[in-house]
C-alpha cells in the first residue's frame, strides 16, 4: 500500500478530490474536526480548570507564593516580628499577610432562642485574626465583600463572614457546619474562643465559592483576635508572602530555609502546601474529561466514517474504472487517507488557533465563574499535541475503513454498478 | 504466437440456485497488430467476452492467455499491473473521472506507470493532441461533450502504448459524427500498428475493424475476416 507509486497517485488523486469538492461538504467536515478538537481540549483543559482554579484561590486568597506557617511541636510561628522584618527586607516580596489563625464558635439569634427546647444556632468557624489593610492588599479581601462593608480604621468588635456561616449562602447543614439564619450586616452575633465570649457586629458579608479558603472563615482585626486567644505576644500562626510576577518561589523558599527562617517556621511554596487529595481530583477530572472526549472522539470517527463512506459509495463506479486501468487499490485508499488527513488537519489547525489565540488568554483574564472555584482551561501544549495526534489517528483509520471496504469491491461490479 | 488467446472460455452466472451460463466455450486467438470487432445482437455475450479477456472479470472456466502466458492463477496485483502497462481500456460511457480534467485523466495512470509528473504531462499533452483535444486540456469531464470524453478516453487508453486496445461498444453513446470521430482514430491507430479488439452492435462500425467475429447466444457464431471477402 505504501509504495512510493501509490503515494504520488494516492496524493494526486486527493489533492484534486480536495480542490474540486462541494465547499459546503468541506466546510461540515471541518467544523465538526473543529468541535471534536474543542470538545477533547476544552472540556478536559475546563474539568482540569475547575480544579486549578481551587488551587489558585488557595494562592491568591490564603498562601501566596511561599507560606510560612507553625513548626510542627508549636501553634505558632517563632519569633515573628523578627521573621517578618526579614522577609520584608528581601527583595522580590511584593505582599505580606501575617495572621491569627484559631478555632471558635460563632452563635445568632442567641437573645430570641431561649426556650428550653431550642437548639442554638451556632457553628463552628475558623476564626482569623488580620490585619485589614495588609490582608486586603495581598488577597484583595475586601472585594469580595457582597452585603455590608470592609473593615474600616478603628473598627471594634465588628467581623466580616464567609458565605458558607450563612444559611442563605450555603450548601445546607454539613457536620461540624449549621449555617446561621437571619443574619445580615449589623446582625449581632455570638463569637467564642476557648473560654472568651465577644458580642460582635457583623460588618460584611464575602462572595467567594464554596471552596474558597475564605468561605467559612470569620474575620477580625488582629488584635481582637489576639485577645480573645489570651497571647500577649505577637507571634502570628501563618504568613503568606506575596513575591513579584515572574519570582521563582521555590527559590524564595530555599533562600528562607538557609537563611534560618526554617527553624521558626515551616516554609512552604504554594506547590507544596496545597491540600493533599487536590492533584487526585484533578487527576480524576481529567480523567472525566478524557472520557468525555473519547465520546466526541468516536462521534468524529463515525461522522467520518460516514461521510466518506457515502463519498466512496457515489464514487463507486469510478473507483472500479480507476482500478480497471491499472491504478492500484492502495492508491485510492490512500487518496482517502490523505482526504481524512486534511480535514483533521484543518480542523485542528482552527482549533487550535481559536485555542491559544483567544479561549485561552480569555478565560485566564476572566475566568469563568462556577459555585466551586473560578475555572479557567488547563491546555498545556503537549497534552494539547497528543489529542490532535489522536484526532489525526482516528480520523485516519475512520477515512481509511470506508475506502478499503469499496475498493475491495469486484472491480467489473463496481464499473458496471452491480450490486453482488 | 497470438497476443492474446482465449480457450475454452465459460463464464456463468449464479442467481441464487439458477445459474445463467453467458458464454458456453469460446476460442480465440488475436494476433499482434489485427483489429477486430465482436458484434452480436444483445445478451449475446460480446461484452462479457470482453472482460474476460481484458482481465476484468474472471472467467468460471478457460484460460486466457496474454503472448503465451496464463492468467488463471495470476495474482490481483499482477493482473492490475498487466491492465495499467500491457491493455488500454475504452468504454461505451467514457469513464473518465469526473474530478480530473482530462489532462489529468491521462496523466493519472502515466503516474502510477512511475513516470515523474513532467514526463506524464508531456505523454498525456501529446495523446490528446493525437484526438484533437488540445484546447481541452483542463476540462473537466461535465464540461466536455461526449465525443471529446470519449477522445479522452481513447487519449487515456493509448497515452502508455498499450499491446492491446479494448473498446467496449465505443460509439453507442455518441452521435453520428462523434461515432465516426472515434472509428476514425481506431483506424489510424491500427494502421500504425495497434491491435484493438472493439465490441459493438452496430455493423457500420465494425466494418472498420479487419476482422469480424460473431457472438450468438455465448458461442462464436462466426469468425470472418475482412481481406477474406
Known sequence: MFSLANIRVGWYLAVRQIRRASLYT???????????????????????????????????QETGDVVLSPLDTKDYIVETPEVLAFVQGLPGVEH??????????????????TGPNTVANETGAQIEGIDPSAENAFSGLARYVKEGSYFSPGDYDAVILGPQLIDRYSFGKQPGLTPLENVYPGTKIRLTVGGATRDVVVKGILNVPANSPLAARVFMPAPEVRALMQRDDQNVTEIGIELAPGADAAAFRDLLLRSGVGADAKVETFADA???????????????????GSVGLVVAGITIFIVIFINAVTRRKFIGIAKGIGIAGGAIELSYVFQSLFYAAIGSSIGLLILYGFLVPYIDAHPIVLPISNAIIVAPVLGTLERVALLVGATVIAGYLPARIIVRKNTLDSILGRNT | MALIEVTGLVKSFKDGERETRVLKGIDLEVGRGE??????????????????????????????????????????????????????YVFQDYALLPDLSALENVVLPLLMQGKSKGEAEAIAARALAKVE???????????????????AAIARAIAHAPKLLFADEPTANLDRQSSGQVVTIFKELHAAGQTIIMVTHEEEYARAAGRIVTIDDGKVLSDVSLSEQ
Not at chain 1, 274 to 292: C, L, R, Y
Open chain 1, 274 to 292: 496545597i491540600p493533599s487529595g487536590v492533584q487526585e481530583i484533578q487527576d480524576t477530572f481529567g480523567a472525566i474529561g478524557n472520557a468525555v
Open chain 1, 96 to 113: 505580606i499577610a501575617a495572621r491569627y489563625l484559631t478555632g471558635g464558635t460563632i452563635e445568632a439569634n442567641y437573645l430570641t432562642n
Open chain 2, 133 to 151: 483535444l488540445t484546447h481541452r486540456l483542463k476540462n473537466l469531464p461535465s464540461q466536455m461533450s461526449g465525443g471529446e470524453q470519449q477522445r
Open chain 2, 35 to 88: 483489429f477486430v470487432s465482436i458484434v452480436g445482437r444483445s445478451g449475446a455475450g460480446k461484452s462479457t467476452l470482453m472482460y474476460q479477456m481484458s482481465l476484468l472479470d474472471e472467467p468460471t472456466e478457460g484460460d486466457v492467455l496474454v503472448e503465451g502466458r496464463s492468467t488463471r492463477e495470476m495474482a490481483t496485483e499482477e493482473e492490475t499491473l498487466m491492465r495499467l502497462t500491457e491493455f488500454g
Open chain 1, 26 to 60: 468541506t466546510g461540515l467536515i471541518v467544523f465538526v474536526m473543529l468541535l471534536t478538537f474543542l470538545n477533547l481540549v476544552v472540556v478536559t483543559g475546563l474539568l482540569v480548570g475547575i480544579v486549578v482554579g481551587i488551587g489558585n484561590q488557595f494562592k491568591s
